[in-house]
């Protein structure tokens, strides 16, 4: 039903070196290596522009809500900036970027949110419906093979599974679409076409996401730094409210503190003798009438 694309092999290779000449051509400074003459604001903007709109498609295509796709292109972003330095020396900046964006559109604690505030309204495209039925992990499989054109073993290390894993997502993936659309083999054109409407026209410009991120790094600060001295604050009045040592108080003596020294408290009688419970005094005689008879005087004679 599907083919393996012809030159997969290389296809991240050659998508990293692609991405990179885009990069330095936005920048208009083709042949200059990035480390020494591309400041981290220009390249992470040139990024930005170059794989922003094709994220945004991706996770659309992936979660069919507009809202989640821009909100996951975002967030892939913030991370990015935050984690830059690693970025940059990463031979593959765009599928840094994508694997980000993937995982947070997949995540399953969207579900919680879709309670509270619904996605919005899905797509009426019956092929789309047929993609957005199958389990996460199958739809970024196939989006990743037969979208983008990446093989078993690059969706594998990009969804960090193994790549027999990978393969039955995509061997499942597969037969369920061409059951669902009734032997159609259209997936892999729809999608690529699907890809090609990327559009940046709505997306908020690079530098705000970049300033967007510093933000949200000084308020988590700000935040913990408030917790931590909040904590601090706690624990150093409690030890100063703490007595040191604590004094035995003396409680008033009763009878039934007089205890003899083998045993339990034991009650006295007005002599200063034991006082025996009623039913120790009854034991001889409930003895007697509980003995078969003979037994009194074998005892008796012992």
């Known amino acids: 039903m599907y083919g393996t694309p012809p030159g997969s092999g290389d296809v991240r290779g050659r998508a990293a070196r692609t991405s990179r000449r885009v990069i330095l051509r936005a920048l208009d400074m083709p042949g ?17 522009v170059y794989a922003a709109p094709a994220l945004v498609q991706q996770t659309y295509l992936l979660t069919g809500s507009r809202r989640l796709a821009f909100e996951s292109t975002e967030h892939a972003f913030h991370q990015a900036w935050e984690c830059w330095p690693e970025v940059a020396r ?8 994508r694997e980000q964006a993937h995982e947070y559109a997949l995540s399953p604690w969207h579900r919680f949110r879709w309670l509270v505030t619904p996605p919005g309204p899905q797509p009426s495209d019956p092929v789309w419906q047929a993609f957005l039925a199958l389990r996460p992990l199958h739809r970024r499989a196939v989006l990743l093979c037969d979208g983008l054109g990446l093989s078993v073993g690059e969706a594998a290390a990009e969804t960090h ?14 037969a369920v679409l061409h059951e669902r659309l009734q032997g159609e083999d259209v997936p892999r054109q729809w999608i690529r076409q699907q890809l090609l409407q990327a559009q940046a026209s709505t997306l908020p410009q690079p530098w705000s996401v970049r ?17 931590t001295a909040a904590l601090i604050g706690w624990i150093a009045v409690t030890v100063a409210t703490t007595p040191g040592h604590y004094e035995s108080v003396d409680r008033p003596r009763t009878t039934h503190d007089r205890t003899s020294p083998a045993g339990p408290p034991a009650a006295r009688s007005g002599d200063g003798g034991v006082r025996q419970h009623a039913c120790a005094a009854d034991a001889p005689s409930r003895f007697h009438r ?12 012992q």
């Open 32 to 48: 200059i290596p990035a480390a020494t003459a591309v400041t981290a604001q220009a390249a992470f903007d040139a990024l930005y």
């Open 90 to 97: 990463d031979p593959d900046p765009v599928g840094w970027v």
């Open 161 to 174: 599974a193994s790549t027999p894993a990978t393969r039955n997502r995509l061997v499942h993936a597969r």
């Open 211 to 227: 300033d967007g991120s510093e933000r949200r790094v000084r308020a988590l600060t700000r935040t913990v730094a408030l917790v």
């Open 290 to 301: 509980l003995a078969p008879p003979g037994c009194l005087g074998d005892v008796a004679g």
